[in-house]
């Protein structure tokens, strides 16, 4: 309880990893209109890789945790031997080895239970659990909303703690970004992040990658007049010129800025002299810049 509630550090603030909690443990009214216990999430960023980041979670009510997109197995064993939490699931987001690639030593070391997308799971090692679009998911006390967004990969899903105002994305939205479309379509992929854009503005994007300065610098040419991007684009130029994150971003503030969430904005199609143009022409034309900026 002691760690649970000293660390509210924001792992933005300096180069290390240190675990911050997202609100606290609180009832609410259920279905049955009775009051239940719900639980939260403490959350710590581990930075892998070039620019990976991998997610520990522990959950409030039980104290175990899971690990989200493990790229890689030591630093996830460093880290929970330093926090001291015991690691009991994976919660895997899409395929690509620099979110699975340690998937296999964790569960071989850990025994634990591996969470994965039902339509990629011939390309995952060792689910045991599948999930796909609309379900949830109970990790112990802490429920996620799950949704499949296809477009990065084709079995592509995002985990939702609505409790926890936290959305773990993988590849899909980045800050100030989207992935690339590698095995769908551009319309699946507007598809997939719209449905992210219905979220609460207070959400905050864990995202797999510190991609942001570069996805800032594409964005202002695409959107130049837009003063909130313009700002956010200062403010992370500040932040990685003194060596810090920019993820996770605000889901409010990404609706404002993000180019990709902005493809059904009438002043955003008017910047691109797109007026009249369907959403899924203006992220088409939008990613396909990208790709070649
Ligand atoms: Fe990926």
Redesign the pocket.
Known sequence: MEAFLSNRIRPDTDGTTRPFLLGCARRTVTNAGENAAMSTLEIHQIPTRVDNYVYLVRESSSGQAAVVDPSDAPPVFEALDTLGWTLTHVLAT?H?N??IGGVPEIKERTGCTVVGPRADRDRIPGIDIEVGDGDTYRLYEAEARVFDVPG??RGHIAYWFPESKALFC??TLFALGC?RVFEGTHEQMWNSISKFKPLPDETMVYCAHEYTQSNARFAVTVEPDNADLAAYAAEIDRKRAAGQRTVPSELGLERRTNPFLRADVPDFAAALGMEGSTPVEIFSEVRTRKDNF
Do not use: E, F, L
Request: a negative charge; glycine letters at 22%; charged letters at 20%.
């Open positions: 899409h690509h620099d979110h990065h990969t993988g590849d992935g």
